[in-house]
């Protein structure tokens, strides 16, 4: 029996906010791992990867076949192109999630380097600006995607002040700490680059409201 | 007057060529840069990003037009949607190089920290997975593709090296070096990365060719 092309942009839509729960999911553990040094959770988080991965696939695959059976115009030609790209972003993000819990297992031996508040904070950051762009995407909401935009700085900000924190007062003063300081700095790049990722899912969603390409140009955007 | 939809696919797959140009000659110069300590080289690196940026979405809005007006099926529907991933792919690319300018820049009023040798090698590698999986999108040529991705573990491999040199017989030996080898450190996660989206592109080619996706299985791809 056939589907309906509306049901079949819906089954688009479900899987794509099942994609955004595993990588907000995958996010969340590797922070929770890190934070309390926990090898098993970060292993999950490998493991899960598998099933996002898969997840990507389908997506991709049902959305070419949209294009190419429906021939979709306008509004919804948008709307698929742009789920595809949000697709690939969100399976990249869970990829650093995977980063993040490899250097958890490799970090989980050895005495903690100092007390986390700063990287914590950055992944606060960084899944906010993850569910907000998806939230933007769902209820195709122009001013939430605007915000993610406009919060990264924050995030770029959040991720210096680590980055010179670790060098300045761990790795400079005893070398020997460079090894784990490394690892964090890592980390903390990994979650600044998902939140590089949730930007560009909000300007694709900008693109697919008003097909107004504000990439590189968020300016272009009026105000709220 | 119309064009034919042939001439269409020709000047978007020339599009994307100049892509490939603009965004292996923006790793050489930046590479250059390094070596030379050329902040000049460096800043027109950055400089020349905007053009790339522009030709991004000028290929993408094409390509989503001739999805629309077009309604291609199968072979030209994967031509299409496969150059709008290779038009994402070099831009990032494009922006690895910008990262690695910035830090050149960064760098240049200070002493350099050792002889250059593993970071240009990895830069080597990273321009020729790049020509060929672009080659390899020109001439459709699958076993070029299937080159570039069986080479990656290799730019791992070469990173790995730059990383534990830094660490181990700069940072740990004296700490005073890290602000430096972080510097160049990330300059080789960036080549590596590179590394990384030449074999998305590759793997986004053979989907093209054969229409199977060998992304995270590239043992279903059967011997030469």
């Known amino acids: 029996m056939e589907r309906h092309f509306d049901e079949e942009l819906e089954m688009l839509n479900t899987d794509i906010l099942k994609m955004a729960v595993f990588a907000e999911r995958a996010i969340f553990q590797s922070i929770e ?46 709307f698929i192109s742009t789920g595809m790209k949000i697709n690939a972003e969100l399976e990249r993000i869970a990829d650093l999630a995977v980063n993040i819990a490899q ?10 380097l100092k007390p986390l508040i700063d990287i914590p904070k950055l992944a606060v950051t960084a899944r906010k600006m993850v569910k907000d762009a998806i939230d933007a995407f769902v209820h195709r909401d122009q ?6 935009i406009l919060s ?13 924190d670790l060098i300045n007062d761990y790795m ?5 700490t460079a090894p ?45």
Chains 1, 2 share one sequence.
Not at 48 to 62: F, M, N, T, Y
Not at 143 to 148: G, T
């Open 172 to 176: 400079v003063k005893d070398g020997t």
């Open 143 to 148: 001013n939430l995607a605007k915000e993610v």
């Open 33 to 78: 791992a890190l934070k309390n040094r926990d090898k098993n959770l970060a292993r999950a988080v490998i493991e899960q990867d598998k099933k996002i991965d898969e997840l990507e696939l389908v997506i991709e695959e049902r959305a070419i076949s949209l294009l190419a059976l429906r021939q979709p115009m306008a509004r919804d030609l948008r």
């Open 180 to 224: 784990r300081a490394v690892s964090l700095l890592l980390i903390a790049r990994n979650l600044e680059r998902i939140c590089d990722h949730a930007t560009n899912i909000a300007e694709d969603v900008i693109y697919m409201i008003n097909a107004k390409n504000v990439r590189h140009h968020i300016e272009k955007l009026n105000p709220k």
């Open 152 to 164: 990264d700085p924050e995030a770029d900000n959040l991720r210096n002040i680590v980055q010179q």
């Open 103 to 112: 250097k958890v297992v490799e970090l989980a031996g050895q005495p903690l």
